[in-house]
């Protein structure tokens, strides 16, 4: 023990030495990457979102009691649409969620996409009950775009609430997304905050859970505040029915929660992201199963932003730029900077070996001490605006911030550039059991 003891104290003394000999040079050839972008983007911005978002909502009190007091005089059904396949085990609790809603003028439709479990067993007693409006089941699995597009050609609601089956919501969320449209009548689409149902469950949901609370319930708030917002979550966003029905729905594919924020966004509407609005959702338990989910999410990216709303990017006769700024944004931080850590890396490493000591070591040691830091200011933020939305279970997951370093530099990064990489080179997302093989087939064909 006191070997290792003295170890340590060698190390932090050695480190310390290797700091104040630094030059400005030096520190910024070693930790640019920091510096330069994660500082910035993350830290900085995530800051002055306190400085604005905060009073702009004091201020805005007025106009959401006018929002509230039209919706009620109102009173438009909504239509929530529950596609899912083998969820069965969470639909009642979804049922239940919505029966507890303080806006009640709603019909539940949940179509079952070839389930081989007791969904339909379930469901029918919860539409005997009457917590269920319509219950469609379809022998033949044909994706979730095409049950989420059947189950809107049953809907008669003027406003549609997408929700994924392992989901529910706490007992504001429909009144609270309703009130964005009643606030701009140029707004097509909303999304609801969503975070983890199951955070106790296992290491890898704890940090998803993290990982939400940062990427959805600022990141999305901070987007959509710039106008740049370019996601509906298909866990849970709301739309008008006409642009729906305008679109034809759901394209098919992976991702189709991205593909339908930019169609919108190409129609000239407005999308922004409702933090109060909240959904819970669970999330994979294990680091397998959650590599192959974001292997999946992450194949999106450059099938839709990069290959099918490519014109986006490109001058045209449409062209808009806050939806330029919002998928370059995306394509930037995500696809090229993602790369760049690749790059960093072998920089650093070229730098190692041409060092006359081995410094290696300690620029390992400063940029993890940089990520904790950066980490622990970016989950306070979020602990500072919602805090009072937010279960006291996230107030313990400050424990496991020392983690995120490795779990979104390392374990989320190699997926998602293995994901980008294949998507790129092979299409892979074209042979994805998730959606049956004829109807990718056809999307292929497509270039849906």
Known sequence: MNSLLFSIDNFIYELIQFVDQMTTTEFINYFWAFIFF?????????GLLLFYYIPKKILSSDSRAQARRALYKELPLVSVLVPGKNEGKHIPRLAESLTEQNYSNYELIIVDDGSDDDTEIICRQLEKDKKIAKFIRNDERGGKASAANTALSFSKGKYIV???????????TIETILLAFYTDKNIGAVGGDVRV?????SLATRLQAIEYAKSISTGRTISSLL????????AHGAFRRDILERLGG????????????????????RVVHEPDAICYTNTPVKFSKLARQRFRWDRSMVRFRMRKHLDILLPSKGFNLLN??????????????NFK???????????SANAVSDILVYIIAINYFFYVMANIIDYITVCLLYGRRLDKSYFILFMYLPLIPFYTGIFLRAVRTYAYLMELIFKVSFNDKWNPWKVSKIAKEEGL
Do not use: C, E, M, Q
Not at 341 to 351: A, G
């Open 227 to 234: 106008g740049v917002l370019r996601i509906i979550s298909g």
């Open 197 to 201: 149902a199951n955070i106790f469950d």
């Open 250 to 269: 759901w394209d098919v594919g992976p991702g189709l929660d991205g593909d339908i924020t930019l169609k919108i966004r190409k129609l000239g509407y």
């Open 162 to 172: 997408h929700i994924d089956a392992d989901s529910h919501l706490a007992s504001d």
């Open 324 to 337: 330029f700024v919002a998928v370059a944004d995306n394509v930037f931080f995500n696809v090229v900077l």
């Open 341 to 351: 850590w690749w790059f960093y890396i072998i920089h650093i490493f070229i730098l």
């Open 38 to 46: 994660d500082l910035i983007r993350y830290v900085l911005t995530n």
